[in-house]
């Protein structure tokens, strides 16, 4: 079965797609944030592998296919902040300062909980991308030095945990305004987060899609600071 499966061109492809299909089949049916489809998909991709014995390297031969994908998506977030231009007009500098300030928090949370765990200065800059979309987080870890294996792993659980609980901590916290929310989440949680801030409207979609780029470039920007700092 081993060689079967993992001599298969698109092995990696088809099973992450039909992983994510059912993801989204229990989500559905449950309509319940905890189980996202992109959560549930990494556990059954996990499951498969270690069941059939087919080593991560063999299936990333077919996966990694989609991970081509991955900035031309993020780039077509574009098209709903687009169509909404008119409002990113009026309030440009709310949205900047917000951003600024999201990926502000993002690197310096990880900078204090560094020196309070005591973390060496490998695993503090591999951190340090958590908020970004992969595309960008990846090659920013890289370049400071830390385990790039293990930033993805950290901005995908950054993702998925923003893209459950973001409703949630708005609820909390009081938070209504659409543009608001869009910022908070896409400069927290970039893509994965997004998905979730389209579902809550079109204005909170444009506006994470925003976040994810913006907060993306300051982010690169302040880790080149900020990888001094401990």
């Known amino acids: 079965m081993k060689?079967?499966?993992?001599?298969?061109?698109f092995f990696g492809?088809?099973?992450?797609?039909?992983?994510?299909?059912?993801?989204?089949?229990?989500?559905?049916?449950?309509?319940?944030?905890?189980?996202?489809?992109l959560l549930i998909a990494i556990l059954?991709?996990?499951?498969?592998?270690?069941?059939?014995?087919?080593?991560?390297?063999?299936?990333?031969?077919?996966?990694?296919?989609?991970?081509?994908?991955?900035t031309p998506a993020t780039i077509c977030l574009?098209?709903?902040l687009y169509e909404q231009v008119e409002l990113l007009k009026k309030n440009v500098t709310a949205i900047l300062v917000g951003i600024?300030?999201?990926?502000?928090?993002?690197?310096t949370c990880v900078l204090l909980l560094s020196m309070a765990f005591g973390l060496?200065?490998?695993?503090?800059?591999?951190?340090?991308?958590?908020?970004?979309?992969?595309?960008?987080?990846?090659?920013?870890?890289?370049?400071?030095?830390?385990?790039?294996t293990i930033?993805?792993?950290?901005?995908?659980?950054?993702?998925?945990?923003?893209?459950i609980i973001a409703e949630h901590v708005c609820r909390i916290f009081h938070i209504k305004d659409p543009i608001a929310k869009g910022i908070a989440i896409g400069s927290a949680s970039h893509a994965i987060g997004t998905a979730?801030?389209?579902?809550?409207?079109?204005?909170?979609?444009?506006?994470?899609?925003?976040?994810?780029?913006?907060?993306g470039v300051v982010t690169v920007a302040l880790s080149m600071v900020y990888v001094y700092f401990w």
């Open 120 to 148: 060496n200065h490998e695993e503090y800059v591999t951190l340090l991308p958590k908020s970004i979309t992969t595309a960008i987080g990846m090659g920013v870890s890289e370049e400071l030095g830390g385990i790039v």
């Open 78 to 80: 574009a098209v709903p």
């Open 196 to 215: 979730r801030a389209m579902e809550m409207g079109e204005v909170e979609g444009a506006m994470s899609g925003l976040s994810i780029a913006v907060a």
């Open 151 to 163: 930033t993805v792993a950290v901005i995908v659980i950054t993702g998925v945990l923003g893209n």
């Open 13 to 37: 492809v088809v099973v992450s797609l039909l992983t994510y299909e059912l993801g989204l089949w229990i989500k559905r049916k449950w309509k319940l944030a905890v189980f996202n489809p």
């Open 44 to 70: 059954a991709v996990m499951a498969v592998l270690l069941v059939f014995h087919i080593d991560y390297d063999t299936y990333n031969e077919g996966a990694k296919y989609l991970s081509y994908l991955l």
């Open 3 to 9: 060689d079967l499966l993992g001599n298969a061109l």
């Open 100 to 107: 600024l300030s999201g990926a502000v928090a993002s690197v």
